[in-house]
Structure formats: C-alpha cells, structure tokens
C-alpha cells in the first residue's frame, strides 16, 4: 500500500471526519474538524496495513476520540440524541440474540436483527464506547451515576442514559451538576465560582437531580 500524504489522506477520507461531526451538536464545527483530521492522522501513523480491521473504522475512533477530547475540555459535549437512542436499542438486541444464537452475536447479525445499515451499527457502538472508555479515563472522578443513583455498578446502556440525562438540563444546572459530582466541589466553591448563594446553588442542584432522575425514568 502506498503512503500517502496528508493531503491525500484528508481528501480520501474527509467525508468520515465530517459525517462523524455530525454527530455533535452545539459546538464549533470548524475546530471540530480540525481536531477531527488530528485524529486521523494519528489514526493512520498507527494503522497496521495488514490488520483485519477495515482503516475507516479503525479511524473511527481516534477521530471520535479527538474530537470527544476537545469539546469535553469545554465541558460542552453535546452527541446526537440518535447515536445514543440506536446504541441503547443494540444493547437490548445484543441481549435477546445471545440467548436465541447461544452467543454474543456480531454487528452484522446486530444489524440484520435491527434492520440497520452495519455501517451505522458501527458507528454507534463506537461512539458509545469511546465515551464511556474516556470518561472511565479520568483520573479519581466520581461517576455521576454513583453519587447521583447510588449505585456502585454501571452498566454502558444506564451510561448513555445518564449522559443523555444530563445534556436536558439547562446550561446554568449542568455546570452546577458537572462541578458538584465531577469535579467534587463543595456547594460554597461553587456558589463563589458562578457568582451565586450557597442557597440559590442547594436549590438548582436538587432541581437538576430530580430532573435527571425522571428522565431516565420515562
């Protein structure tokens, strides 16, 4: 296979890094591609040309990843609502057809069972799996799920609930929720951090907690 250049390979592949942008929401396009191409091209330094894996996929996730990085560092994350409905559906598909194969099925039986393009079974699984897998890489963070639910074990479909949860809330609630649970500031640190009463910081966060709760509820 013949190297190619940087150029080459972003005009090869560039329809990738902007579907896959596609996939966020209510963040600048424009650094996200970038960041996108980033990825990319540490995807293809890595690649092993003999591997089974396709590159497209195997790109998959360092330009996810990236770009996940970037717009997590702004604590901004937004992911299409439909990536996280599609991944939530193949859990419970997964679940069924292991009992009816007597095996983990694959994604093209995924796929077949969903009446899905493998493509976009693909993709899902991905995506879903690089946010759990990069949010579990924080160092000595609580999870939401345990301080909020209580709960010391977490499965990845309840993962994308929690999240999804979480991008419901107005942008005031998920700084007040993100700062009391990831970053596990007191309720004084962070009424001195946005400008606010200790009081006014108890009352948005137990309003976004039970927010939280009945969404994942519904």
């Known amino acids: 296979?013949?190297?190619?250049?940087?150029?080459?390979?972003?005009?090869?592949?560039?329809?990738?890094?902007?579907?896959?942008?596609?996939?966020?929401?209510?963040?600048?396009?424009?650094?996200?591609?970038?960041?996108?191409?980033?990825?990319?091209?540490?995807?293809?330094?890595?690649y092993k040309q003999n591997a089974n894996t396709k590159f497209s996929t195997f790109a998959f996730k360092y330009i996810f990843g990236t770009m996940?990085?970037?717009?997590?560092?702004?604590?901004?994350?937004?992911?299409?609502r439909d990536i996280l409905s599609l991944y939530k559906s193949i859990e419970l598909a997964r679940s069924k057809l292991a009992?009816?194969?007597?095996?983990?099925?694959?994604?093209?039986?995924?796929a077949m069972y969903l009446e899905?393009?493998?493509?976009?079974?693909?993709?899902?699984?991905?995506?879903?799996?690089?946010?759990?897998s990069l949010d579990d890489d924080n160092d000595n963070q609580r999870s939401y799920y345990e301080t909020i639910a209580e709960e010391q074990s977490v499965l990845p479909d309840e993962k994308i609930d929690l999240y999804d949860s979480?991008?419901?809330?107005?942008?005031?609630?998920q700084k007040i929720i993100r700062a009391r649970y990831l970053k596990d500031?007191?309720?004084?640190?962070?009424a001195k951090k946005y400008n606010m009463t200790?009081?006014?910081?108890?009352?948005?966060e137990k309003k976004a907690v039970e927010k939280m709760r009945n969404y994942m509820t519904v």
């Open 1 to 46: 296979m013949i190297k190619l250049t940087k150029e080459q390979l972003s005009e090869q592949y560039k329809y990738l890094v902007y579907k896959i942008a596609n996939h966020f929401y209510n963040v600048e396009k424009e650094d996200l591609i970038q960041a996108g191409f980033i990825g990319l091209y540490n995807a293809y330094d890595n």
């Open 68 to 80: 996940y990085k970037q717009v997590n560092s702004a604590r901004s994350l937004k992911v299409s």
């Open 99 to 110: 009992q009816r194969l007597g095996k983990i099925p694959n994604n093209v039986e995924l």
């Open 116 to 132: 899905k393009d493998v493509t976009e079974i693909d993709m899902a699984v991905l995506a879903a799996q690089e946010i759990i």
């Open 166 to 173: 979480i991008n419901s809330l107005d942008d005031r609630e």
């Open 185 to 190: 500031m007191t309720q004084s640190e962070v």
């Open 198 to 204: 200790q009081v006014m910081v108890s009352r948005y």
